[in-house]
């Protein structure tokens, strides 16, 4: 590939785990019953291995949608499957983001730079490499073009009041 291809499938496979990561942020202002994905349990240093914001309704709603309207997006470049391990990735790697804060002593919404911004895109760049020869090229540019664009949604959703912090 060269740099226009590269970019070119950037933009397209970033879609499927931007959509997913999003997803959990609209389902918890939704008037619904949330179950913690963790189940409340404690890990052995006594602190809640996810916390309450990571529930198995955002999980399940924003692999469903985040494949859905992913692959809608960026098609046909991307299977199907691929939206599915890109939207699964994306929630995976903020679950481990969320696991790393937990054992730093962060409390749910505190601010780790960079694990907030890219701890959901590494991880689905991850997976898909697994299922597709990757360049390095499109590995750092996913994840250069990711921080700004976390940063700026994290702060629209909060002046929207989606957010309760804008990062």
């Not at 691929?82 to 505190?110: H, N, W, Y």
Request: hydrophobic share 50%.
């Amino acid at each position: 590939m060269n740099l226009g291809n590269d970019l070119s499938f950037v933009l397209l496979v970033i879609w499927p785990p931007y959509i997913a990561n999003s997803v959990p942020v609209i389902v918890s202002r939704l008037p619904m019953r949330r179950r913690p994905i963790d189940g409340g349990r404690l890990f052995l240093d006594g602190r809640r291995i996810f916390g309450d914001n990571k529930t198995v309704e955002g999980f399940l709603l924003g692999c469903a949608v985040g494949t859905l309207l992913g692959y809608a997006i960026a098609s046909p470049i991307i299977t199907l499957l691929e939206a599915f391990v890109l939207s699964v990735g994306a929630l995976t790697g903020d679950l481990i983001g969320a696991f790393v804060k937990r054992r730093m002593g962060l409390q749910p919404g505190e601010r780790a730079i960079p694990l907030d911004q890219l701890d959901f895109i590494a991880f689905s760049m991850v997976l898909l490499s697994m299922m597709r020869e990757l360049s390095c090229l499109v590995i750092v540019t996913a994840l250069a073009i990711t921080v700004p664009i976390h940063m700026a949604t994290n702060y629209a959703a909060y002046r929207l009041g989606l957010k309760n912090v804008p990062y």
